[in-house]
């Protein structure tokens, strides 16, 4: 769904969600003057200039759900007087999440035209920067993190690329479909993101790449079948990897890890990260430690490490599902669950071909999949606001043809 703007409004909310774009962005880092400068500016365009217009802020009731996640993280910080070590990283969590709201407010009627040109802008500057810095803007092949960006390391540029890249393929498939004609812009830029993913060296980026491959050569109706039922194939390969990880390290499949991906099926010691998250989640299973609550304390981390018989040393959950029990409980994976199947409910109820794009349903295999080694399904990066971005839409989309029956 694609509306015509005037030449004023459309100036305003262009404006606006590049300003919030870089915002959200400056938020994952440690730029604090950056910070300052860009978050104040991005409420000021969105509520002065906007309303100003007489645009109406939206907020769709799927959104509650996601306000209440984030409510609970915070009262569990406070119960648990987490707070102090951990209010910079809850505060970053809670710009994100309000700021990842009004964003969908701009591009709602317009969410490809935006998300193509986001995703353009970021291909290109990954470009430039593998031609004049010799790495990416983020992060660099000898290891070291450029422009003070810590919170892009090869596995986040990598994931970001990978969004990238579905977009590209989802932009292929629909133009094939659609018009009987290859889009070959789109194909240069996945070519182009598939080089770029494979030069960061990232274990979850070559997935990433195997499942855009897939994506690109299946047809609409199994990509429907598989997005359905993939949170349960997830949850299970989670469950079954730990409870059999024993066995597994003595397998043939160990050896198979070793020679063709040159690492342990312990995956870099996640599993150990993975056991020792899970004890921790037992002792407060009901609302968990607060965002960040656990992993902001590096000193009772490590004791806790040694007490409980682990010699690694690590400082987050390194798994997505994990890291959502440990921060919010039990009570905060069950809205989590909400919101999941809330999605593929509305999903269903949209017209796939016209409406909802190839790209947002891919989004969803790519963030369940990447957060099996990796927690960004709840936090103040990228990932989170483009869960937000999707969960919106697909809500939006359901409304709008709702109102049209």
């Known amino acids: 769904m694609h509306l015509k703007l005037s030449s004023r409004e459309f100036s305003i909310k262009n404006f606006a969600f590049w300003t919030m774009i870089i915002s959200i962005f400056s938020v994952m880092t440690n730029n604090i003057p950056f910070i300052i400068i860009s978050v104040p500016l991005s409420m000021f ?9 007489n645009i109406k802020l939206y907020f769709p009731k799927c959104f509650i759900p996601v306000v209440a996640l984030l409510l609970l993280t915070g009262i569990s910080l406070v119960l648990n007087r987490n707070l102090n070590n951990s209010k910079l990283f809850y505060m970053r969590l809670t710009y994100s999440t309000v700021l990842s709201m009004l964003i969908f407010d701009l591009i709602k009627e317009n969410f490809k035209y935006y998300i193509n040109r986001l995703f353009y802008v970021i291909t290109i500057i990954h470009v430039i920067g593998i031609m004049f810095f010799r790495s990416t803007c983020f992060y660099s092949y000898q290891g070291e993190m450029v422009f003070g960006m810590p919170g892009f390391a090869k596995n986040g ?4 690329l990978a969004f990238s890249m579905l977009v590209f393929v989802s932009d ?9 004609k290859i ?4 194909l240069i830029m996945f070519i182009i993101n598939v080089v770029l993913i494979t030069k960061t060296k990232s274990g979850s980026g070559l997935v990433m790449v195997g499942l855009s491959v897939v994506i690109l050569f299946i ?3 199994s990509l429907l079948k598989i997005f359905k039922i993939m949170p349960i194939i997830i949850i299970a390969i989670l469950v079954i990897y730990i409870i059999s990880y024993e066995f597994l390290l003595h397998s043939q499949l160990d050896e198979m890890f070793h020679k063709y ?9 996640r599993i150990d990260i993975w056991r020792f998250s899970l004890e921790m989640f037992i002792k407060k299973p009901i609302l968990g430690y607060g965002y960040w609550g656990l992993w902001s304390d590096p000193t009772y981390v490590l004791q806790m490490l040694r007490e409980t018989g682990y010699a690694i040393s690590g400082f987050k959950a390194h798994c997505g599902y994990l890291a959502i029990l440990l921060d919010c409980g039990i009570i905060g994976a069950l809205i989590i669950a909400y919101i999941c199947t809330s999605h593929i409910k509305a999903v269903k109820r949209v017209n796939k071909y016209i409406d909802y794009h190839i790209f947002e349903i891919s989004w969803v295999l790519c963030i369940l999949i990447y957060n099996l080694s990796e927690d960004a399904l709840f936090t103040y990066t990228f990932p989170w606001c483009f869960i937000i971005f999707l969960i919106g839409h697909a809500y939006y989309l359901k ?5 049209i029956k």
């Open 45 to 53: 365009l969105e509520i002065f200039l906007l309303k100003k217009q």
């Open 157 to 160: 540029t990598a994931m970001l």
């Open 172 to 180: 292929l498939k629909e133009t094939f479909y659609q018009q009987k």
């Open 183 to 186: 889009n070959f812009m789109a």
């Open 219 to 221: 047809n609409e109706k």
């Open 261 to 269: 991906l040159g690492k342990s099926i312990a995956l870099s010691g």
């Open 399 to 403: 409304n709008i043809k709702k109102n």
